[in-house]
């Protein structure tokens, strides 16, 4: 029976060692959060990095296993690959760049050798699991080159990719010395995602002025298939998080006489909105002579 493939670089649970052996707790984040509910219908599977480097094999059989029976399946990353790769080109050279921060990218052929070389780790580990019919779903900025390495490997096989963060422009992705392998490895899936349509019509501008491909109403032709771009804001069901405390008091209302005070009132949305204190107690409204 087809089934549903999740990558991403972490699972969402991690293995630590403690005094006791091994324990698994659940991953930070809102990408584990988000597809919690996919990876444990019938025989779908998560594929990913556990939070951890191993030696010894049989803690590696013992983790397999444990995964296993939820629905997940590791991929064992050296010390070394989480420093080059993780830490490395993942975190010290996209996450700047794609968030407008280029001042601070670092660019070092090691971090990129070994972005290329974990990418390649996490297609094989897709290989042993897939089949034909399956529904491969690639996520995040660090796995922006898997895609590729999985239609070369299963050119009739559903490939989606999803980005989690933003997308930059054009004149900020072209400074990335590697930016025609990231958007040739991406152009591997069917049905690229992203949060906000800025973030899907930078990417097309890229696709259209660096790789060069004709790109319209969404749609990117590369000469054999047509691939979508779109945008999907992702969110969280109600039951995957605590209700807010109802307010005991309606939030009293602005006399019809009274002036609103501009400063003040978002001075007072600000608060409800960064803190769950704003949420509880309300706003009171102030005016200005």
Same mark, same amino acid.
């Given at each position: 029976? !087809? ?6 670089? *972490? &699972? ?10 091994l324990?698994?707790?659940?991953s930070?984040?809102? @990408? ?8 444990? =219908? $019938?025989?779908?599977v ?7 480097? #191993? ?18 399946h ?12 993780? /830490? ?9 760049? #794609? ?10 052929? %090691?971090?990129?050798?070994?972005? =290329? ?5 996490? +297609? ?17 900025? =660090?796995? @922006?080159?898997?895609?590729?390495m ?16 933003p997308?930059?422009?054009? /004149? ?6 590697w930016?025609?392998?990231l958007? =040739? ?7 690229? $995602? #992203?949060? %906000?349509?800025d973030?899907?019509?930078?990417f &097309? ?7 060069? @491909?004709?790109?319209?109403? $969404?749609?990117?032709d590369?000469? #054999? ?6 945008a ?12 807010? !405390? ?14 609103? +005070? *501009?400063?003040?009132?978002?001075? +007072? ?12 107690? $309300? +706003?009171?409204? @102030?005016?200005c002579?």
């Amino acid at each position: 029976m !087809p089934k549903t493939i999740i990558i991403s670089n *972490r &699972l969402p649970i991690k293995v630590q060692r403690t005094e006791e052996g091994l324990a698994y707790e659940s991953s930070e984040g809102g @990408l584990a959060t988000g597809l919690g509910s996919i990876y444990k =219908q $019938g025989d779908n599977v998560w594929i990913g990095w556990p939070g951890t480097y #191993f030696e010894e094999d049989s803690e590696k059989k013992q983790v397999r296993q444990d995964l296993h029976q939820q629905s997940m399946h590791p991929v064992y990353l050296t010390e070394g690959e989480i420093r080059d790769f993780y /830490e490395g080109f993942s975190n010290e050279t996209l996450w700047p760049t #794609f968030h407008y921060f280029s001042q601070y990218a670092v660019y070092e052929d %090691t971090y990129w050798e070994a972005y =290329q070389r974990v990418n390649q780790k996490f +297609c094989e580990a897709v290989m042993e699991l897939a089949s034909a019919g399956d529904t491969i779903w690639v996520h995040d900025y =660090q796995l @922006l080159l898997l895609p590729a390495m999985l239609r070369e490997q299963m050119p009739e096989s559903t490939i989606g990719f999803f980005q989690h963060i933003p997308f930059p422009s054009f /004149e900020v992705f072209r400074l990335l010395p590697w930016r025609e392998q990231l958007l =040739q490895g991406m152009l591997g899936a069917d049905l690229i $995602g #992203f949060h %906000t349509y800025d973030d899907a019509r930078h990417f &097309l501008s890229s696709v259209s002025r660096i790789v060069g @491909l004709n790109t319209s109403q $969404g749609l990117i032709d590369n000469g #054999f298939r047509n691939i979508m771009v779109d945008a999907f804001p992702m969110g969280l069901t109600m039951t995957s998080t605590p209700a807010w !405390p109802r307010q005991k008091k309606p939030t009293p209302k602005l006399p019809n006489t009274a002036k609103p +005070c *501009r400063s003040s009132a978002l001075s +007072c949305l600000l608060t409800a909105w960064t803190t769950p204190r704003g949420f509880r107690k $309300g +706003c009171k409204p @102030l005016s200005c002579s």
